[in-house]
Each structure stands twice: as structure tokens, then as C-alpha cells.
């Protein structure tokens, strides 16, 4: 506060009585702050008369037109038109000054009339902001009339290839604040700032009167003043003024250390006009065939492409939605966003500037391009808005063929930094950026070629596909690969609006708008927390603890600029079943570790530590805010099962044959099992049936159970098949105990070489079941290639039927589980438990709805039965990708049958624990 105030009163001392641009809002500010005008539809919904309409807004949220997605047919496609007035008085005291009507954003033909006077040109190109020179159009003092038609179809065809022949909802409506600025008759109109990391300061500034002279005076972001530069001006035009400012703070993501810039424009040595600007010092370059660096420092970009988009208000945001974004991202560890496929709102640009996210601003163009002429202009008002945000380091011409040639050297042209421009899907400017190419992909090129590579779109969200399924094999090869510059995953919230003509329903057009990493309100997917984890700036080596730990784990610092030293670090040990000693914490002293060094973390654990069951190391970066929390488990399955389990019951098991079953009872517990496969038939106990049967089923194994005996062991009950290397080497054996507990043993080889599966199935009726709680890693569902995000512990989830990206209450219930010690199994009539002393099982629970497409990309793989205990698992593969070439972790699992050797074979140890609960 106190530096705000000292920022305050330096601005006063330093500007005098100079003006600054008075603002005056006409709509609101965003989709949370609108002002309603009045409103005529022209076609679709609610069309035919005048009625009102919140602004900003897409007229289609509002209950008007029609929906479109931008795959939809030109002759189905809504083309109607929105007629817009509203009435507003300017103070008086403005008349003989410079006022403009500012829009920031319309779509998409703009026809303004002030007082029914044209306010100029239409304008054509939704995502940018225009203005109009109205001082001669008003009527001071009194009451004014604005007219706004807008046409959401162009009657430029070229807008429409680049702006609405896209995957992506197209919507109506003046979307972004419209407002008027007031400015004084001498005054700045723009300026545009290259400040450099080694503090070399240039800027052009733009005034327009008899004005004789500009001043800038920088400060720091406590307030001091760092220095001043003044030029003389020769009334209207443009002054070019540099300086170095020495022992500047370098503006990067890691710390986006702000300056504030002060224009102050003079006349006759009286302050007239002043303007403010944020800036950051910092220096973006491409090193051909190297890569790119900020700062002097070769940067890797973790980062995601993003939407304008909200959906109770479609591309109508707001700053706080801007900042729950960037926030989120932040969350994730990226740093980097691509704005996609257009320019967004400034205070987005804000935000990222404040926060610290690497920014590719994008030139709209799906997969088309605007014409020449019409992409001057825009291009133009994208960079003249955009060009001092640090944040800002890539410029965009385009998206996948949506490139205009042409354009390229204007890129250069209107920005004072000269910022890099890349063409998204193509190899230009040295970057080679192409789409959703395999792992390790390319003849010659791209992972096998000599150019820097960094796919502006990569991992495809697809429903529970892409994103952090393949990051962590991709990840790796990029951050060991030299001429690696990152990349950008696809995308990050699922593009899900409300249908105000479906009674609200969230639509994402099928599969097109269900690529999130987050979900229409920000509901977190399973990815959000494995590319946590994948991008954290803290790598941790792996590492089992062991009684014979020492306190060391082995980590890496993989940030571009920040020492380790400015971090936190703390440790836990907890006993996860609530059960003894309470939870102890440590602090961690922060390794003194420069960017890319390895290290170690010593953590100072009591001589205890190993009395209890997991310890959870956290690191905090520089701003406080988490990176991530990793899990050690302490305790093993096998440790776990020895507690858990009864102690011996003095009762009898007691087995008769009839017919083709094994009919058991112990404990109050009746089984039958299948005396020629070996299944589980029946289950119940004193309170009556559970209905877990039909099982164990092998998956891509061959059940070929046979020739099964029974005997007592002790008090024992064995129930076995018998081995022959030919015919039966899968061996299954039954174990039950006079407590009531069942054991089950699987000895068995996969049926090939490579498998997708490998496990045993059970059927269990799905309208039965409840919820789970389990101990082992939660409480999201893995797949082989996205096991990374989760935490050791104990979970509770209650059954849904969530469908990723079509109905967002996470985290799913059905699906795979990682590494399960055991597992309570709560149903409509009774709980049962099911424990194992082995490690690393896997538990799935149901089966997903099927979903292909006509590629066979994204398939969510699951074996037959109901619930399985599985030690091999499927991968899943992406909208644009097959699971096998998102790197090795989505191929197949391996396994050799070593000749049917049964020491050899693969094990599975369940113990079953039926008993009413007491």
C-alpha cells in the first residue's frame, strides 16, 4: 500500500496538471459488469423486434440467432445480423478535445453511426480493437444516439475463411467493452516500447498538436523513480527516444519483475497529457539451429493453447476469468501460453505480463487466411494494442495453412522489438512447429532433422486422451534434447456452452470442443495434476525408500533462471490409516542448485521414520505457491496385508462337492468355486449374497486352468489346478482359511509377447455398487502413459458415470487405479474387501462408455468383467494420435514366457474378505 501511494504522489509531482485520457465506459467490462442497450434481432431465436441485450455479450447466450460451430455448412450456418442503440450523454467540457469510441472487439462487420451519422468505414475482423474519431459527431452536454449493426457472417469472404471456418464456436455480437476516450488537443496517441534485458531503452512515441516536448520517467515497481529521458517535438508525429538504464530487473516468467513507464507530454512547457505503461526488460532471440533464448538463456516453453472462452458467455470474458486462467496454468507449472486462434483480451495480456507466462499472440487464421489488404489492417491494430506486453515473446501469423505470406515482413515492420514469427504447423524462421507428430518422429527433420522444433500444438486433448497421456515421455525427450524449445499442448478447457436453446445444456459438439485439460468451469481433469508433476521445476529421481534410507533423494533443478536456494522445501510423515503416532513435519534445507544442476535433497528425519507408512516431500517456488507434493510410500502392500489381516479363527472349513462346484463354508462365509475352471460362482455370508463372481478370467492370457484337487494344509483349505507345461502352465489356487479370509493365487504368462493386458477379471453388477475406499494412489485414474499427478494415500470415491469432457464430476470412478494395497468395495446390500501383499497392482473399476473415430486414435481400452487386478494396463491415445506413438510408455506391455518356466511366471495374490462387518 504504502509503495502504491508513493507511486501516486510521485505521478502527481511529475505530471502537474497534465490530462490524462478520460475513459467513459458506454457497455460494461466484461461478461460479469454488462449495460444493457437496446437490441433487434434479425433472424433465428427471438428475431423480428426490439428488445434489449446485455453488452458485452454473444447475442446467441443471450437467447438470440442461431449456434454455430465452425464446421457447420455455409448454407446452414446462422447469418444473422444485430442492430444495436443505446443513448448517452458526454460531459460538456469535452467539446473541443479528441474523442474516439473505442470497440475491442466485434463480430464481426461493424457499422457504427453516432447521432445517424456514419462513425466511419464498417470494419471487418472480430478480435481487434478499432476506433473512430467522433468529436465532430456529438452533441456536448446533451444526449447522444449510437447505432451499432453487426453482422456475424463477413461480407469479406476472407475474414470468414480466417476467422469462421474453424473448430471452434463462432458467435455474434459486440463481444468486448465499447467505450469512449477523451483526450486533450495536444496528446499522445501511442507509444511503443523496446525495453532489452541489458537495460537499453527505446521507445516511439506518437503525439499529435503543438506540443514541444515528451518526457519519461521510469520507476521501479516499489515506486522509486529509476530515470527520466526527455526529447524535444515538433508538433504532430513521431519521436524516437533511448536510453540505458543501468541494473535493471530482467523481466522473465519466473520473476516478471514490472517497471511503470510515465509519458508525459509538454506544450510551451506546461504538462498537457500524461499516459502510463507497464513494461518489462527482457530480450527475446532465435539462435539458429540452437534455440531460443530469453534473456540470453535458452528457454524450453511448458506451455498450452487457450480460448477466449467462457461458457455462460462464449468469447465475452472478464479479468477475473483471465486470471483464474493464468492462475491455473501457473498452478500446472507451464510457462507458456499460445493465444489461439486470435488475439485475446488485454487484461489477459495483463495478467500474464504480472504473473509470468511466455505469450505467442496469433494473427487470426484457422485454416485460411485474411486477404492482404484486410490482414494489414488487422495485423496492424493487433500489434499496435499488444506491443509492450513483455509477456508477449512469439508473434503468430496464422494456424495450420492459415498463413498469409504477405504478411511476414509486417510483422517486423510495426514492431519496435522485432519479435520472432512463427507459422504454427510449419518449419519458418528456423522453428519448425508442426502438429501432432509421433514421439522421436521424422526422416532428416523435426526429432531427426537440425532445425529447433517446438510443436505449437501437440498431445491433443480428446476427452480422458492427450495432455498429460504421452507428456511424460515427450517431456523428457524435449528436455534432453538440445534443439528442443518445448511445446504447446492442445488445449486447455473443454469449449463446452450453454445452450440457451437446449434448456442450458453444456454442448461441446461431440467430440470437437472436449480437449480440455480443465472442464468448461475449470473442473480438473486427471491431466491437470500429472503435467503438475511432469513440468514442476523440481525433479525428483526415483527412489523406493528403504530401511537403510539415509535422507537423501536426488533432484534436478530444471527452471531456466531461479536458484534452488529461493525455494522451500518441507517433508511429512504420516501414518495414512489414522492409525498410531501423528503426523511429524520438517522443514528442508534448499539446496544451493543453479538452473540445470543436479543435487540433493537431505531430508533430517527422525530415527523413527520408518514406523510409519508415507512421507510426502513439498516444494514451494519463489512466489510461495506449490509446485508439487510427491509421495514415498513407507509401508508395503505385504506389511499392510500382516496387520489387516484376522488372527486365526478357531472355527473348521468345511467343503462338499456337488455336481460341477466346490460349495464352502468358514466363518459365517459360503463360496462356491467352479471344480473345472476354477471360477467363483457364488458368494455370501450371513447377511445374504454379494454378487462378486465369475472369476478370475485371465485377459490376453489363456485360461487354461485344469485338473483341479482339493486338500487341507493344516486347517487349510487348497483348492488347486495342476501344472503342465503344454496344457495347463497358468496355475490358479485357492486358499481358505478357518477365519473366513480367501486367498487367491495366479501364477500365469500373457498370451503374447505384447499385451495390452495383463490381469484378472471379475463381474460384479455396476447398478450395485456405491463407492470405494481404497489405499494406494488416488484419487484419479491412470493409464499406462499418464501414471504421473497422483499421491500415496487413502480414498474414498463414490460412484459416478462420468464421461470425460461430457460430464465433469471428477474424478471418474470407473477406470484403472494405481498401485492398490487393498480395496473396500462399498455396495447397495454390503461392503467386502479385497487386499494383496504384491506391489504395483493395478484395480479397475467398470468400463467407460466405447468411443473410435475414424482413425482409431482415441479408443479407452478395457478388459472384459466388471472389476479387475491387473499388473499391465493400456495406454490411451489422443485426438490426432494412436496410444502406441505417444512415446514408449504408450506402447504395448512386455513380457517373455521364459519357456513356461513357472518360477518365472507372473503372480497375482488376492485375499478376499467377505465377513459381515462388524
Known amino acids: ?182 483526450l486533450p488537443v495536444q496528446h499522445i496517441s501511442q507509444v511503443a516500447v523496446d525495453a532489452k534485458a541489458n537495460g537499453a531503452f527505446t521507445t516511439s512515441v506518437e503525439t499529435k498538436g503543438a506540443a514541444d516536448r515528451v518526457d519519461i520517467n521510469l520507476f521501479n515497481s516499489q515506486g522509486a523513480k529509476v530515470g527520466t529521458i526527455t526529447s524535444p517535438v515538433s508538433g504532430s508525429g513521431t519521436t524516437t527516444l533511448s536510453r540505458t538504464f543501468p541494473r535493471v530487473n530482467q523481466w522473465t516468467s519466473e520473476s516478471p519483475y514490472l517497471y511503470n513507464a510515465v509519458f508525459t507530454l509538454y506544450s510551451k512547457g506546461k504538462p498537457v497529457h500524461t499516459i502510463a505503461k507497464k513494461i518489462g526488460f527482457r530480450t527475446v532471440e532465435v539462435k539458429q539451429r540452437d534455440g531460443i533464448y530469453v534473456n540470453g538463456v535458452k528457454v524450453k516453453m511448458k506451455g498450452v493453447n487457450r480460448h477466449s472462452f467462457w461458457p455462460t458467455s462464449g468469447r465475452t470474458t472478464s479479468k477475473a476469468i483471465s486470471l483464474k486462467d493464468a492462475l491455473l496454468m501457473k498452478d500446472m507449472n507451464m510457462n507458456a501460453v499460445r493465444m489461439s486462434h486470435y488475439p485475446p483480451d488485454g487484461h489477459f495480456l495483463d495478467v500474464c505480463d504480472s504473473l509470468g507466462l511466455y505469450v505467442m499472440d496469433e494473427l487470426a487464421g484457422w485454416h485460411g487466411h485474411y486477404n492482404t489488404p484486410t490482414g494489414t489492417k488487422l495485423l496492424k491494430e493487433m500489434i499496435t494494442h499488444d506491443v509492450n506486453h513483455p509477456s508477449i515473446i512469439i ?228 512466489d510461495k505457491k506449490e509446485l508439487f507434493t510427491w509421495s514415498f510410500p513407507i509401508i508395503s502392500p505385504a506389511m499392510v496385508l500382516k496387520k489387516r489381516m484376522p488372527v486365526a479363527n478357531p472355527g473348521k472349513v468345511q467343503v462338499t462337492e456337488q455336481d460341477s462346484l ?39 492370457g489363456v485360461n487354461n486352468f485344469q485338473n483341479f484337487t482339493h486338500r487341507f494344509a493344516g486347517d487349510t483349505l487348497v483348492i488347486e489346478s495342476s501344472f503342465d507345461r503344454k496344457k495347463s502352465y497358468n496355475i490358479l489356487r485357492w486358499l481358505v482359511y478357518p477365519s473366513g479370509i480367501i486367498n487367491m493365487q495366479v501364477q500365469y504368462f500373457p498370451a503374447e509377447y505384447f499385451t495390452w493386458f495383463n490381469g484378472v477379471n471379475f463381474s460384479f453388477p455396476e447398478k450395485e455398487m456405491k463407492s470405494v475406499e481404497y489405499m494406494g494412489n488416488g484419487p484419479y485414474r491412470v493409464w499406462k502413459n499418464r501414471l504421473k499427478g497422483n499421491s500415496f494415500g487413502i480414498w474414498k470415491k463414490d460412484y459416478n458415470n462420468t464421461e470425460t469432457g461430457e460430464t465433469w464430476v471428477y474424478p471418474e470412478f470407473k477406470g484403472y487405479h494405481s498401485n492398490m494395497y487393498w480395496c473396500k468395495f462399498i455396495t447397495s446390500t454390503q461392503p467386502f474387501t479385497v487386499y494383496t501383499d504384491k506391489e504395483d497392482l493395478f484395480f479397475r473399476l467398470f468400463t467407460p462408455a466405447w468411443k473410435t473415430d475414424q482413425w482409431h486414435n482415441y479408443e479407452p481400452l478395457f478388459p472384459g468383467g466388471d472389476i479387475s487386478f491387473m499388473q499391465g494396463i493400456p495406454s490411451i491415445g489422443s485426438k490426432t494420435q494412436r496410444n502406441e506413438t505417444t512415446g514408449p510408455m504408450g506402447a504395448k506391455n512386455i513380457f517373455y514366457d521364459y519357456e513356461k518356466d513357472p518360477q518365472r511366471a507372473l503372480n497375482i495374490n488376492l485375499y478376499f474378505d467377505f465377513r459381515v462387518t462388524k
Open 1 to 182: 500500500m504504502k509503495s502504491q501511494l508513493l507511486i501516486l504522489f510521485l505521478f502527481v509531482v511529475i505530471t502537474g496538471t497534465a490530462q490524462k485520457t478520460q475513459i467513459q465506459y458506454l457497455s460494461g467490462t466484461g461478461e460479469d459488469n454488462t449495460v444493457q442497450w437496446d437490441f433487434y434481432c434479425t433472424d433465428g431465436r427471438n428475431s423480428g423486434k426490439w428488445t434489449t441485450i446485455p453488452v458485452p455479450s454473444n447475442w446467441e447466450l443471450q437467447g438470440f440467432g442461431k449456434y454455430d460451430y465452425g464446421f457447420a455448412k455455409d448454407s446452414v450456418r446462422g447469418k444473422e445480423k444485430g442492430m444495436y442503440k443505446h443513448r448517452f450523454t458526454v460531459p460538456a467540457a469535452w467539446k473541443g478535445k479528441t474523442v474516439n469510441i473505442v470497440f475491442e472487439g466485434s463480430m464481426t462487420d461493424t457499422e457504427v453511426k453516432i447521432n445517424g451519422q456514419a462513425a466511419g468505414e464498417i470494419h471487418q475482423g472480430a478480435f481487434y480493437v478499432f476506433r473512430y474519431n467522433i468529436s465532430q459527431l456529438l452533441n456536448y452536454g446533451s444526449e447522444n444516439l449510437l447505432e451499432v449493426t453487426v453482422a456475424k457472417h463477413s461480407a469479406n469472404q476472407s475474414v470468414n475463411e480466417a476467422e469462421r471456418k474453424a473448430d471452434f464456436w463462432i458467435f455474434g455480437g459486440i463481444f468486448r467493452p465499447v467505450y469512449l476516450e477523451m
Open 662 to 700: 466346490y460349495n464352502i463354508n468358514t466363518a459365517g462365509v459360503n463360496i462356491s468355486i467352479n471344480r473345472n475352471s476354477g471360477k467363483l460362482e457364488k458368494v455370501s455370508n450371513t447377511k445374504g449374497l454379494i454378487p462378486f463372481t465369475k472369476g478370475p478370467v485371465l485377459q490376453e
Open 395 to 622: 508473434w503468430s501469423n496464422g494456424n495450420e495453412g492459415g498463413h498469409n505470406f504477405d504478411l511476414d515482413h509486417l510483422f517486423t515492420a510495426y514492431d519496435i522489438q522485432k519479435r520472432p514469427v512463427v507459422h504454427p504447423w510449419q518449419l519458418f524462421g528456423g522453428i519448425e512447429t508442426q502438429h501432432y507428430r509421433e514421439f522421436n518422429y521424422g526422416i532428416g527433420n523435426y526429432n531427426n532433422g537440425r532445425e529447433i522444433v517446438m510443436p505449437t500444438e501437440f498431445l491433443h486433448g480428446n476427452y480422458d486422451g492427450g495432455h498429460g497421456a504421452g507428456l511424460q515421455d515427450y517431456w523428457e525427450h524435449m528436455w534432453h534434447d538440445p534443439l528442443s524449445a518445448g511445446g504447446y499442448l492442445w488445449d486447455f478447457a473443454d469449449q463446452a456452452v450453454v445452450r440457451t436453446d437446449k434448456d442450458g445444456m453444456l454442448d461441446t459438439d461431440g467430440s470437437r470442443g472436449a480437449d480440455g485439460i480443465v472442464g468448461p468451469y475449470h473442473e480438473k481433469e486427471g491431466s491437470y495434476y500429472a503435467i503438475k508433476e511432469i513440468w514442476s521445476p523440481v525433479y525428483f529421481e526415483r527412489r523406493n525408500l528403504t530401511d537403510d534410507f539415509d535422507g537423501r533423494l536426488n533432484i534436478e533443478n530444471r527452471y531456466h533462471f531461479t536458484n534452488l536456494s529461493s525455494c522451500r522445501f518441507t517433508w511429512k510423515l504420516r501414518n495414512v490409516d489414522g492409525k498410531g503416532a501423528s503426523d511429524l513435519t520438517g522443514t528442508i534445507a534448499s539446496p544451493d542448485l543453479l538452473p540445470l544442476q543436479k543435487g540433493s535433497l537431505l531430508l533430517r528425519l527422525p530415527a523413527n521414520w520408518n514406523t510409519y507408512q508415507a512421507l510426502y516431500v513439498t516444494a514451494y517456488g519463489p
